[in-house]
């Protein structure tokens, strides 16, 4: 059973939003999480990041309207954050 047409616009929304937001240099904070890393350029990633998600993995479960709610897509927000936070960490094999 698909979302409702009108939780799948919001969601569009959403993640237009997240899309566009920039810093106040005017760079796109989301550039670096639109595709995953590169397996060949950064194997280590994949070894220490357990489930990898970007951009694009959200944007197409957007189209294929997986999100039951915008807490379900927050959710995947939140795990992209908390991947580039586990990836980069100081100490960590990708820092």
Do not use: W
Not at 22 to 50: I, R, T
Request: charged fraction near 25%; proline fraction near 6%.
């Amino acid at each position: 059973q698909n979302a409702p047409s009108c939780l799948k616009e919001v969601i569009e929304q959403l993640l237009d939003a997240v899309v566009k937001f920039s810093e106040p240099s005017g760079h796109l904070v989301s550039d670096l999480f639109q595709k995953l890393p590169s397996k060949v350029q950064y194997p280590d990633y994949y070894a220490v990041v357990k489930d990898p998600i970007d951009l694009k993995i959200i944007a197409q479960k957007i189209q294929m309207s997986l999100y039951r709610s915008v807490s379900a897509m927050a959710k995947d927000i939140d795990l992209l954050a908390k991947n580039a936070k586990t990836y980069n960490e100081p100490g960590s094999q990708g820092f």
